[in-house]
């Protein structure tokens, strides 16, 4: 963990999407009601409420099926041929 943090942490930016109020409580209701754990809930829930799309290599998100869920790897090697110039 302190080798990740030292080498992705200084160079990447990231970003913190704010939700409603009511959507971090629904962040415990999704914990329990598909059995995630609170990041991958978090996650979810905030993907759920921007539209946005989850690239993982976290097999706990391989059962969520109304979301797009990309795997880590393939989605690397698409970006890179869809970008290589």
């Known amino acids: 963990m302190q080798e990740f943090v ?3 942490m200084p160079n990447h930016k ?3 999407l704010p939700m409603e109020q009511e959507q971090y409580r629904e962040v415990v209701n ?3 009601g598909m059995n995630l754990d609170f990041d991958d809930a978090y996650q979810y829930s905030v993907a759920k409420y921007y539209g ?3 690239v993982t290599m976290d097999r706990d998100f391989e059962r ?4 797009d869920i ?6 690397v090697l698409q970006f890179i041929l869809n970008n290589d110039t």
Do not use: T
């Not at 969520?64 to 979301?67: H, V």
């Not at 990309?70 to 989605?75: C, G, R, V």
């Open 70 to 75: 990309l795997k880590w790897k393939e989605s």
């Open 6 to 8: 030292e080498d992705i």
């Open 14 to 16: 990231l970003l913190s």
């Open 52 to 54: 946005l799309k989850i």
């Open 64 to 67: 969520i099926n109304d979301l």
């Open 30 to 32: 999704v914990r329990k």
